[in-house]
């Protein structure tokens, strides 16, 4: 996802964890494949609720788009895959 994605993001809207640079500590409870709920960026700051048994909110930089996708993207992807489009 590019920074302009990520600012594009509405509330609620639902990103999946896609990669995971172990080296980066606020990462490091996170699995490619969860999921996320959008809530806002404030100031430089982006905030989303891990979703899960327990909702935690998780509070991260600018940078954290490159580890993450839309969820719609992805399962478009993954039924434009299926049918061998």
Known sequence: MTLDELKSLRHSEIVVITKVDEKIT??????????????????DVVNFVRKGEVPVIAHFSYEFCHYIERKIKIERENKLISLGI
Request: no cysteine.
């Open 26 to 43: 606020e990462y490091h409870n996170y699995q490619v494949g969860d999921e996320l709920l959008f809530i806002d960026i404030n100031g």
